[in-house]
């Protein structure tokens, strides 16, 4: 449960990471003409992070950890037929639009807690405070 809640942390804090960068440069950037859309996008996304997630709990060293991610990253995007460049720009994109990206992420967090729920359907019927402290019994 800790390393979803630290997954889930991850995932809010990767775009406010990109955010700070952000600040310096022009407000607009030009609209790439290969532009992923959104719902694509936070489905790819969501699809990066799960993998990410995979391969970090097989235990691999880190060599051979980061050579399985980009070489499953590599087949997913040709999974989702967008070039490497073409994603890179357009999250490049979509950080430096902030809302953009955090219009984004709330589909990939819902994404991954519907996959979640598929996947253990015992969780789904839990109250959504399952994670506070257990309710103090007299």
Known sequence: MNSFRRRCLGLVLAPLLLVLPACQRPEEA???ADLVPREKMA???A???QLEAQIESSHLSPDSSRALF???QKNLLWKHEVSDSTFQRSYRYYGIHNKDLNEIYAGVIDTLNKREARLNPAKANQPADQWGPPPKTN
């Open 70 to 72: 980009l070489a499953q």
């Open 47 to 49: 699809d990066l992070h």
């Open 43 to 45: 489905q790819m996304l």
């Open 30 to 32: 030009p609209l790439p």
